[in-house]
């Protein structure tokens, strides 16, 4: 199989060169060889082949076919496929048949491109290493000892498998970046409002973003433009103009992760920045300082209240079966502590607190870009731990030290593949100020990224 861009490849359907038939045919057989073993697939798509066969149809006839005719997506299972199980990889939904198509699974059918199914993932998106899930871990591909990152296990796994062209995660607080660098592939965590998040369950709604995750960045570029823009069933969304980046003179903050990443991880990314600046002559390093110390305690109170909330739905009476009763370990805990801090005798001073310290990290970044175009750090402290191998909750929390920040600001960021530590793949994160995603994209090509 070739390992082209999906643009590419796209063309090479829309000629007739290859069928979207085989295209399908050729993730097919590798799922069928190997996801009983790496558990990225909960479900599949029984009409697919049919899908592929009237695009080939379609393209024989002369007919209009769209910018993704018969590339194949992997979905997150929270993120609504109409007559797909979109179950959170929960026993609370499980059997949970969705009856509409989300925003971003809308506008990719529009663009003919081919669901194959719904992958695993963190149980309703909580955890950074994919062991939560209800129905067992996924394995990395890279490396089927090891963790593939969480809570989109499946999104991640399922790209560095080769079990697709691309698939959509989500990121509430590093979902498609944690999991994106430990399979060595590119993940991104859109602006908050560039994405709609209408028909993705939420996690916690004031920080969940769906994104793509995918094999180089150009598809990532591609993808994010046709799932982005204003939709009239979120509030949150808008349409806007690109500002520009003079790439000459590309101003990059250096973060000091000097207290939290391991050694060879901060080195990776310093050597890394110091190449890209000595190609490119205009371009000038910053070291600069993050609000790290208190990203963890801002992002767990907020998600868990948000979370507390999102979930009291499922009560048992309208969707699937009531939360506390089915619920894994770790959902208990977030519903438990949400319940706890919001009681009334508190009087919201928890949930308010967080919000002012929200605040503060907004301003923090905002004033960051006074000085700088994008930011640079790594995207997980450490490299991933073996599946199964007992780490603490406050060690799964530290994974995302580095990535809850962008979505507490609401700023996007993607995470790299940058190379491998022990064996081990490492990623780097790329931030960039409120709706300049291009700017990411741009500085990305300009620094010889590995594929
Ligand atoms: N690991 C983080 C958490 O457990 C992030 C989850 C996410 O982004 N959905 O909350």
């Given amino acids: 199989m070739l390992t082209i861009k999906i643009k590419q490849k796209a063309d090479l359907i829309k000629s007739g060169k290859l069928k979207a038939k085989d295209n399908l045919i050729y993730y097919l057989k590798k799922i069928e060889e190997k996801n009983k073993d790496l558990n990225i697939f909960l479900s599949f798509n029984e009409n697919c082949l049919k899908e592929a066969e009237d695009i080939d149809k379609k393209i024989s006839m002369g007919e209009d076919v769209g910018k993704l005719a018969g590339i194949c997506v992997a979905v997150k299972s929270n993120i609504c496929v109409k007559g797909l199980e979109t179950n959170c990889a929960s026993l609370v939904l499980k059997d949970w048949i969705a009856p509409y198509d989300a925003t971003v699974i809308e506008k ?20 950074a290493s994919g062991e939560t899930s209800a129905f067992g871990p996924t394995k990395n591909p890279k490396n089927k000892e090891l963790i593939p990152g969480g809570s989109s296990s499946g999104s991640a796994a399922a790209v560095s498998a080769d079990f697709c062209d691309f698939s959509l995660g989500s990121d509430t607080g590093g979902s498609i970046r944690n999991p994106a660098s430990h399979c060595g592939i590119f993940g991104l965590k859109p602006t908050y409002g560039s994405v709609s998040r209408y028909g993705l369950i939420d996690m916690c709604m004031s920080f969940d973003q769906i994104g793509p995750l995918t094999k180089n960045l150009e598809d990532n570029e591609l993808i994010f433009n046709i799932i982005k823009g204003k939709d009239e069933k979120d509030c949150t969304t808008k349409d806007y103009e690109e500002k520009k980046l003079d790439t000459k003179k590309i101003k990059i903050g250096l973060v000091d992760v000097e207290k939290f990443a391991k050694k060879e991880i901060k080195e990776l990314i310093e050597k890394k920045v110091k190449e890209s600046v000595e190609k490119n002559s205009g371009w000038t390093i910053k070291k600069i300082e993050l609000p790290l110390e208190i990203s963890l305690e801002t992002y767990y109170l907020i998600v868990y209240v948000e ?21 894994g370990e770790e959902v208990l805990r977030r519903i438990l502590g949400g319940k706890e801090i919001t009681k009334e005798e508190y009087e919201g001073k928890y949930y308010r607190n967080a919000l002012r310290a929200k605040d503060f990290i907004k301003k923090q970044f905002e004033e960051i870009f006074k000085d700088v175009d994008v930011i640079v750090l790594p995207t997980v402290p450490r490299t991933a731990h073996r599946i199964g191998e007992k780490i603490s909750v406050e ?36 931030l960039a100020p409120h709706f300049c995603e291009n700017w990411i994209f741009e500085f990305g090509k300009r620094i010889n990224l590995l594929k």
């Fill in 307 to 327: 979370f507390f909330s999102a979930t009291r739905k499922f009560e048992g009476r309208r969707f699937g079966k009531r939360i506390e009763e089915f619920c």
């Fill in 108 to 127: 990719l059918k529009k663009e003919n491109a081919i669901i194959l199914g719904m992958v695993n993932m963190d149980e309703f998106a909580c955890g």
């Fill in 395 to 430: 060690d799964m929390y530290f994974y995302d030290v580095f990535t809850t920040l962008a979505n507490i600001s609401g700023i996007p960021a993607i995470s790299v593949p940058l190379g491998k530590i022990g064996g081990k793949e490492v990623g780097m994160q790329i």
